[in-house]
């Protein structure tokens, strides 16, 4: 019989995109070796990924396909006795309530903990960066504004730089020449307090090092909310 170690099973619906996901598992177990001593394998959750060969959602945009993807996610994390499931993806919270309703486990919001974070900082205008599928259905706004945070999206120009850098790192081109487009981006918006990174693609382009402004990782503020939140049975 498999040893249980009191922690909830993690289901991750990932593959949006691949490479996120691995770093939000890496995030993880980073997370248990640095704050809860973990050396052993059985001192970490157990914990499934799913790599969904969804449909594109940085160029395409997100629609009833993609929920059907995810839907179907939950159904096979579920079945494998995950207790406890995470999104590595901002462009697939558009569809986050019809996930968590469809699912009987707790679901993980990026976008509650990334408001949480925020407003945690005493920050009250940010620009978010994100795919043009968060931004045209603002899905951060009402999480965001509720707690008075302002919220400023890059002009179309400026976004059209932002899209084409993280499909560079979806490709595996991102470079020095894309970190320096995304820097000037965030420069062209001087009355900012902080920066959300709002797609789990752009951490690989910039990150806290490359500037002076409070920036919000996604992707660990996720990480780090389901490292707390596994450690809690019910």
Do not use: W
């Amino acid at each position: 019989m498999m040893k249980q170690n009191g922690y909830l099973k993690i289901g991750v619906l990932g593959g949006m995109g691949p490479e996120a996901s691995a770093t939000f598992y890496l995030s993880l177990i980073k997370l248990f070796q640095t704050e809860l001593k973990a050396r052993h394998n059985f001192e970490y959750p157990e914990m499934m990924i799913h790599n969904i060969p969804s449909p594109d959602n940085v160029e395409a945009g997100v629609d009833d396909e993609l929920k059907d993807y995810l839907l179907n996610s939950v159904e096979l994390l579920e079945k494998s006795g995950m207790q406890l499931l995470a999104i590595p993806c901002n462009s697939a919270h558009v569809h986050i309530e019809a996930v968590t309703a469809a699912s009987k486990v707790t679901v993980m919001n990026i976008l509650e903990e990334t408001a949480h974070a925020v407003s945690r900082a005493k920050i009250n205008r940010v620009l978010l960066l994100g795919t043009e599928s968060t931004l045209k259905k603002g899905i951060y706004v009402p999480h965001l504004e509720q707690r008075n945070i302002e919220v400023v999206v890059p002009s179309p120009d400026h976004q059209e730089v932002v899209t084409h850098s993280i499909m560079a790192v979806c490709d595996g081109t991102n470079d020095g020449i894309t970190k320096r487009q995304v820097l000037d981006v965030i420069k062209s918006y001087p009355n900012i307090e902080g920066v959300v990174l709002g797609c789990t693609e752009i951490p690989f382009i910039v990150n806290q090092q490359d500037m002076e402004l409070p920036c919000f990782d996604t992707l660990q503020i996720l990480a780090r909310a389901t490292f707390k939140r596994c450690q809690t049975q019910g």
